[in-house]
Nanobody, 114 residues
């Protein structure tokens, strides 16, 4: 099983980024997927969920700014991030949502700074 996140970078406040995460070794379309982030010195937190039927959920901290989507044909989950804030700075990861998390990949660094 492998989860490969990409698309991070340095962006100014108010900017946008689109993250991608390619999954291998699982039957992707049968899994609910989530994006998570971990800021320096803080615990990992969930920022978006997309269920196998396409239903999405977000915490209030990112609702209206982040959009999760998936392409089952490409075994890939995406995170469109708009109106980025300095507090969004973190390493972003994807993983299966719910019981039985997969081995965490290396994630992709997102830095929001002027």
């Amino acid at each position: 099983v492998q989860l490969q996140a990409s698309g991070g970078g340095l962006v100014q406040p108010g900017g946008s980024l689109r993250l991608s995460c390619a999954a291998s070794g699982i039957i992707f379309r049968f899994n609910d997927m989530g994006w998570y982030r971990q800021a320096l010195g803080k615990q990992r937190e969930l920022v978006a969920v997309i269920r196998r039927d396409g239903i999405t959920n977000y915490p209030d901290s990112v609702k209206g700014r982040f959009t999760i989507s998936r392409d089952n044909a490409k075994n890939t989950v995406y995170l469109q991030m708009n109106s980025l804030k300095p507090e969004d700075t973190a390493v972003y990861y994807c993983n299966r949502y719910g019981p039985g998390a997969l081995t965490w990949g290396q994630g992709t660094q997102v830095t929001v700074s002027s």
